[in-house]
Every structure is written in C-alpha cells, then in structure tokens.
C-alpha cells in the first residue's frame, strides 16, 4: 500500500482553508495538477469524486473520512 500526506504553514483561519479543500468541483482552479474534478454527492464521509489529470486518465476517489475545518482523508484505488 502506498500512502501520500501533505501539510502546509498558513495563517489562514480554519474555516478559510476549509472552503477551498470542501468546494471540490474548484480545485482545478487553485491545483493545476487536475484538468478535470466532479464530485458525486456531498462533501463528506462515502462521497466519490473523478479527478483527471492533464493528459491522463481519470481516477476515482472515496472520501473515507471528513472533519469540517480540521482535515479528510481520501482513498483512491489504482489497478
């Protein structure tokens, strides 16, 4: 199993933060690693989202778990 984190030092508030990482269908707006995103439900625990990176395919993603204004946790299986 391969696992991936990320973090950054901001001084954004919270709920800042957290209206850029919860609105998925804008990510390619501040990511350029992602061509094209859709969100399949709400923004929570169980949702999917398809994410396609330039010049790839797509892949779909679970969200296995969310805590507004603190971090998720998503799970992509790659065959």
């Given amino acids: 199993m391969w696992a991936h984190e990320d973090s950054i030092e901001t001084s954004a508030l919270p709920p800042r933060v957290w209206e850029f990482f ?3 269908a804008r990510w390619n707006d501040w990511n350029a690693g992602i061509e094209k995103i859709e969100i399949h439900g ?3 625990k169980g949702t999917t989202f398809t994410m396609q990176p330039p ?3 797509a892949l779909t993603s679970t ?3 969310v ?3 603190e971090g998720f946790t998503d799970e992509t299986v790659v065959r």
Avoid: C, T
């Fill in 22 to 24: 919860s609105h998925v």
């Fill in 63 to 65: 969200l296995i778990e």
């Fill in 55 to 57: 010049g790839q395919d």
């Fill in 42 to 44: 709400p923004f929570a």
């Fill in 67 to 69: 805590k507004p204004n």
